[in-house]
C-alpha cells in the first residue's frame, strides 16, 4: 500500500476532482428542472411517488457533494500549509495517500451514474 504521494500529484488529484464534483452539482440541478417537468405533467401517484424518491435521491447526493468538496479543500489546505511552511523542494515532498478521498469520489460516481441511469430510464417513460 502507497504511503506518500508528491504535493503535486495531490494538487492535481483535488483540481480533477473538485471539477467533477461541479460537473455533478450542475447535473443534478439539471435533472432537479426535469422532475419538475414530470410532476407537472403527470399527476398519476405512481409517477408523483417516483418524482419524489428522485427528488430525496437528489438531496443525499448533492449532501455527498458537498461533503466531498468539504474533504478535498481540507486536504488541500493542509498541502497549501506543507508548502508555506517549508517551500523547498516541494516538487520532491511527499504528503500521506489520500487514497480514502479516491475511493469516496469512485464509490459517489459509481453510485450517481446508477442514479442518473435509473433516472433517464424513468424520464423516457413518463416525458
Do not use: C
Request: proline share 2%.
Amino acid at each position: 500500500m502507497k504511503t506518500g504521494e508528491k504535493l503535486y500529484t495531490q494538487h492535481a488529484d483535488h483540481t480533477e476532482w473538485m471539477s467533477k464534483l461541479k460537473f455533478y452539482a450542475d447535473e443534478i440541478t439539471l435533472m432537479k428542472g426535469r422532475l419538475g417537468e414530470l410532476a407537472s405533467k403527470n399527476n398519476q401517484s405512481d409517477v408523483l411517488a417516483q418524482v419524489e424518491h428522485f427528488q430525496n435521491q437528489l438531496v443525499v447526493q448533492k449532501n455527498n457533494i458537498d461533503e466531498l468538496a468539504h474533504t478535498i479543500k481540507v486536504d488541500e489546505s493542509s498541502l497549501e500549509k506543507e508548502v508555506n511552511k517549508n517551500p523547498v523542494a516541494v516538487d520532491h515532498r511527499e504528503m500521506p495517500s489520500h487514497a480514502g478521498e479516491k475511493v469516496a469520489i469512485d464509490a459517489f460516481e459509481k453510485n450517481f451514474n446508477e442514479l442518473r441511469a435509473e433516472f433517464k430510464t424513468f424520464a423516457a417513460k413518463w416525458m
